[in-house]
């Protein structure tokens, strides 16, 4: 709160400009509100990470409570930009559209991850061609056509719902030979996020330095 009120103060005094905030508490475009991180490290055209959180949920989930921020502090290590969208049909576009038409950044790689119904939107995002997604726990029982050939990593905890057990059994069997599957021991539906997010970063890594 207190680098808030003073990055507020510095902007109302004109000392600081709204392109030089690092990080993005509040923002809204073509409905869409989104919170975003973007590090002073981030090169040009650098890796774009779009997080979609689960039913319920919201744009802070990914910063503020699954695994306590742990995704954004992953991808500002690497010099990449963190955006996590409300989740809705059109939260990937909206998300990239700010970037470029608000921030003036130009996105590079696109890489989403999804937990729960964010999940299910990850594999919907195939028209804003990511590079890999990261699922965990998805409500998703079905990789659409376009995205057959995308990196996949899936991941779920033994002790989900069984409902969700049954999709991911279902997921498991569609992906290809580029995709990672991982069940996480002692672990539940809100937990798998943060005992997933390392291995699925890892993941990215691995799948961007492949495909250059």
């Known amino acids: 709160i207190a680098r808030m009120l003073r990055e507020a103060e510095a902007l109302d005094a004109g000392s600081m400009k709204p392109s030089e905030l690092n990080e993005v508490y509040a923002a809204r475009i073509d409905g869409v509100s989104l919170r975003a991180r973007i590090p002073k490290s981030a090169g040009i055209k650098a890796p774009v990470v779009v997080a979609l959180h689960g039913a319920g949920g919201s744009e802070n989930m990914f910063f503020d409570s699954l695994g306590a921020g742990l995704g954004p502090r992953l991808a500002e290590d690497r010099g990449w930009v963190f955006i996590s969208p409300r989740s809705a049909g059109n939260s990937v576009a909206a998300s990239l559209k700010w970037l470029r038409e608000v921030r003036g950044v130009e996105p590079g790689p696109l890489l989403v991850m999804g937990h729960s119904m964010g999940g299910g939107l990850a594999v919907q995002s195939g028209r804003s061609t990511p590079k890999a997604i990261a699922l965990f726990a998805p409500a998703a029982s079905m990789i659409p056509t376009e995205m057959a050939n995308t990196p ?4 779920v905890g033994d002790d989900e719902l069984r409902m969700l057990q049954g999709s991911f059994q279902r997921l498991r069997t569609q992906l290809n ?36």
Do not use: G, R, W
């Not at 996949?152 to 991941?155: A, G, K, R, T, Y």
């Not at 798998?192 to 970063?201: E, S, T, Y």
């Not at 993941?203 to 492949?210: I, R």
């Open 152 to 155: 996949i990593f899936l991941s």
């Open 177 to 212: 030979a580029a995709s990672t599957i991982k069940t996480y021991p002692n672990c539940e539906h809100l937990m798998i996020v943060a005992d997933a997010l390392p291995d699925a970063f890892t993941f990215f890594d691995k799948v961007l330095a492949e495909q250059k």
